[in-house]
């Protein structure tokens, strides 16, 4: 959240010019206020209409500012209620997204759940290409308190409204996280939609039109008010065809994919490793990170084009390789290929993939052409401890 200091800069602009309503001002300048009420009437934030580049800066944003659309958004600069709090997600500084995924998600937010005008989000790529990611850091820069939500492979639509729960041996319900997103006047991030069954996003399509909606569970008919949106993620293209590891459950339908800005996050250039391995502070000398990330991306194009190897290195895996190599430098005899080995499983098992990936840790890894049967007897020392003792003597020798 802003910091007391943004807080009362924020106010002071602000001054006496608030609206107090449940659901979005629908005219409204630049530092309107606006107390968001919950549905029973109680004030659970406070937010500011303002640029969005200025809301980076009492961010203290150390990226590029003017990189970013200078749109008007709705800012929550103060929260009452404690669940509110709760549900936003936590500001990652060192997390650095796309301007342009983030100008179509403040687009998005913006607009209103209407028939013929609302509007929802999809965004798809590889794994590890900050999807999700990208989501929670604007959320956590607008103070925007989200429902979270992963599909997984043989959910049921009735459990993403409805959530069955046992208790002293009886059966009872309670909402699930689409209903909570609904009542609760929040926007649901949908991982691994693509997984989800094929007949689940047709039934968003009444929610995101802002008409109403029936549910077994409710005694009353739904109808989602402004700050209710979905935001999904999948690998793959409404089509199923999208490139990458993984293929989804089943297509998005026509119609559901016209209630859809579609967002295509491509892979990461050796640039973006880069400038993660730095954004971590990890101490690697400038060549060997160089050279790192041009093996990343090498082994993540020989899965994409070639299909030569069944998994990529995300992100996650760069960094794991470089806190591997970084604690074990001096300790162990080929501590990058432990930390490899440590990530990529299929080399651990699979001879052939082994060799494919040693082709690549040659030809990018190494001053001088190795061999693949001299990486893999240095694959075979990579547990092998540094005898510290016989080093010191040979460096006094």
Not at 175 to 188: C, D, H, T, V
Not at 198 to 223: H, Y
Not at 288 to 296: E, G, H, N, T, V
Not at 376 to 388: A, H, I, K, M, P
């Given at each position: ?48 209409l303002m640029p969005f580049r200025e809301v980076l800066e009492y961010h203290d944003f150390k990226g ?102 046992a208790k002293d041996g009886k059966w009872s319900q309670a909402e699930g996280p689409i209903l909570k ?152 005899k080929n501590p990058l290929l432990f930390a490899i080995g440590s990530v990529m499983s299929s080399i ?50």
């Amino acid at each position: 959240m802003l910091s007391n200091k943004a807080v009362l800069e924020i106010l002071a602009k602000v001054g006496k010019n608030f609206i107090v309503s449940a659901t979005k001002p629908t005219v409204a300048g630049v530092y309107q206020g606006w107390k968001v009420l919950d549905h029973e009437g109680k004030v659970t934030c406070l937010r500011c209409l303002m640029p969005f580049r200025e809301v980076l800066e009492y961010h203290d944003f150390k990226g590029n500012v003017k990189a970013f659309p200078n749109k008007l958004v709705w800012c929550t600069f103060a929260v009452n209620d404690p669940e509110y709090a709760n549900s936003v997600p936590v500001f990652d500084e060192k997390f650095r997204p796309e301007p342009r995924h983030i100008n179509l998600l403040i687009d998005v937010l913006n607009g209103t759940n209407a028939a013929g005008y609302g509007r929802g989000y999809y965004g798809f790529g590889e794994a590890g290409t900050g999807k999700t990611s990208t989501a929670h850091w604007l959320f956590a820069i607008l103070g925007i308190a989200c429902v979270q939500l992963n599909c997984k492979p043989q959910m049921e639509v009735e459990e993403m409204f409805i959530s069955h729960t046992a208790k002293d041996g009886k059966w009872s319900q309670a909402e699930g996280p689409i209903l909570k997103a609904i009542r609760l006047n929040y926007p649901i991030v949908i991982d691994e939609m693509d997984l989800a069954p094929a007949e689940f996003i047709p039934a968003l399509n009444n929610l995101v039109e802002g008409r109403k909606f029936s549910v077994t569970f409710c005694d009353k008919m739904l109808q989602a008010g402004d700050g209710f949106k979905v935001i999904g993620f999948g690998n793959t293209s409404g089509s199923g065809m999208e490139s990458g590891c993984y293929q989804g459950r089943s297509p998005l339908d026509a119609s559901s994919l016209d209630r859809l800005y579609k967002d295509y996050y491509e892979p990461l250039s050796k640039e973006r490793y880069m400038a993660l391995i730095e954004s971590h502070g990890f101490e690697i000398e400038s060549e060997l990170s160089s050279q790192l990330c041009d093996f990343i991306v090498a082994v993540n194009k020989s899965v994409r084009d070639e299909q030569a190897l069944p998994e990529m290195i995300s992100p996650r895996g760069l960094l794991g390789i470089c806190n591997l190599l970084q604690t074990n430098e001096g300790i162990l005899k080929n501590p990058l290929l432990f930390a490899i080995g440590s990530v990529m499983s299929s080399i651990l098992e699979n001879g052939e993939y082994r060799e494919k990936v040693f082709t690549l840790f040659s030809a990018h890894l190494t001053n001088s052409v190795l061999s693949t049967n001299q990486i893999e007897q240095s694959w075979g020392e990579r547990f092998e401890v540094v005898d510290t003792e016989e080093t010191e003597q040979k460096e006094e020798e």
